[in-house]
């Protein structure tokens, strides 16, 4: 009998440092979006539904709403999911994000996202000239947006 209770005592506080550990990491990541999100609102208004982590090293941020200041046209985002190697990626956002360092890796996955035609424009600028001063990713989308753009609008 003793060795049961043992046991019990061992799962239950398994139990709440696991609960507690998941309670710290939700709330600092929630704090640190919150505060992405207040450094970007003179700009841009975002809104999101829910966030959601694992120990894994992955938050999840769901039901993401943007609209540019003095647009009427609103960008949604299903789903942004960031996902670093391991639970240390967690315990650096809990512990901020800073501008200068950025994590050493992280991956970032967008879904269903869907951007109004009229807001191609900022992507695909009328000029044919390559975009420069972008990574190498944002001018291959911004070529993506003006050949998607060119189909809808000459179809």
């Known amino acids: 009998m003793k060795h049961k209770s043992i046991i019990g005592l061992c799962l239950i506080g398994c139990l709440v440092a696991y609960g507690g550990l998941k309670s710290y990491v ?5 704090s640190e979006v919150d505060r992405l999100v207040h450094l970007v609102e003179p700009y841009i208004d975002i809104r999101y539904q829910a966030i959601s982590s694992s120990l894994s090293g992955e938050i999840s941020v769901e039901g993401i709403t943007v609209i540019p200041r003095g647009a009427v046209e609103v960008v949604r985002i299903g789903s942004l999911q960031l996902t670093g190697d391991d639970f240390t990626f967690l315990l650096k956002m809990v512990a901020g994000l800073k501008m200068d360092k950025p994590p050493e890796k992280v991956r970032i996955a967008a879904r269903r996202v869907d951007i109004p035609l009229d807001m191609l424009q900022l992507l695909a600028p009328e000029s044919e000239a390559p975009v420069t001063g972008l990574s190498p990713v944002l001018c291959q989308v ?6 998607l753009k060119t189909s809808i609008t000459s179809g």
Do not use: Q
Not at 26 to 30: A, D, E, N, R
Not at 142 to 147: A, G, H, L, N, Q
């Open 26 to 30: 939700y709330f600092g990541v929630k």
């Open 142 to 147: 911004s070529s993506v947006m003006r050949v």
